[in-house]
């Protein structure tokens, strides 16, 4: 007897992130191990235009939070960020910051919509849509303009971010036009140890020093 509980309603799950169309209709940063995905890359970005939006997906290996800025240079500094944060109730909430020399201020003027996101795998993933145009403010850029893009992921205490996990995070080698899709990989520090041209000139005199000393 009495009235049974009532359903809640079906919850979509979270569409997973498509590395195949990387270059081909959308954009992609990968940060890691050479040919990672966005589940298995340090730091991972994608950006494609729909219509007057322009949809970012982001993930990275943390518990905490992932962000990507948009600079006038490639510093820390004057720059509009959008980070998705992990919080203490298991939510990937969507929040904007402004980056006040190394310190991030958060703005409750926040232009994503469409916001979705998820903690699995020890990784934050989201995803969300902010406009191309916004009227004049100091703290949101115009998507249409071309900025350098600031890749940085770390922990987050009781849902504030808190500094990034390495000294000094990725940033885009050129300025990025969301008018064109590139698929551009950057290795991490444990995979970029002997690809430096100074690291292979190194080798080559070692080998060369080894050779000519030995009797």
Not at 32 to 43: F, L, N, R, S, V
Not at 94 to 118: C, L, M, S, T
Not at 132 to 147: C, G, K, M, N, Q
């Amino acid at each position: 007897s009495g009235y049974p509980f009532p359903t809640a309603p079906p919850v979509d799950p979270f569409a997973r992130i498509r590395v195949d169309d990387c270059g081909k209709t959308k954009g992609c940063f990968r940060y890691g191990k050479p040919g990672c995905t966005a589940e298995t890359c340090d730091y991972f970005l994608s950006y494609r235009r729909i219509g007057a939006d322009v949809e970012f997906e982001l993930s990275a290996d943390t518990d905490g939070w992932v962000a990507v800025g948009f600079s006038s240079d490639k510093k820390m500094g004057g720059d509009d960020v959008m980070a998705c944060v992990h919080d203490d109730n298991g939510r990937v909430r969507i929040q904007h910051f402004y980056n006040v020399g190394q310190w991030a201020k958060e703005i409750q003027r926040n232009p994503a919509r469409d916001e979705e996101g998820v903690f699995e795998n020890n990784r934050v993933t989201c995803r969300f849509k902010r406009p191309v145009y916004v009227p004049r403010d100091e703290t949101i850029v115009d998507l249409h303009l071309s900025w350098y893009y600031l890749f940085a992921w770390g922990p987050a205490i009781q849902g504030s971010i808190t500094r990034h996990d390495i000294d000094s995070p990725p940033v885009s080698e050129n300025v990025v036009s969301i008018y064109r899709y590139e698929d551009i990989f950057m290795p991490s520090a444990a995979y970029q140890t002997f690809s430096s041209p100074f690291c292979l000139l190194l080798i080559v005199a070692l080998t060369f020093y080894l050779l000519m000393g030995t009797p």
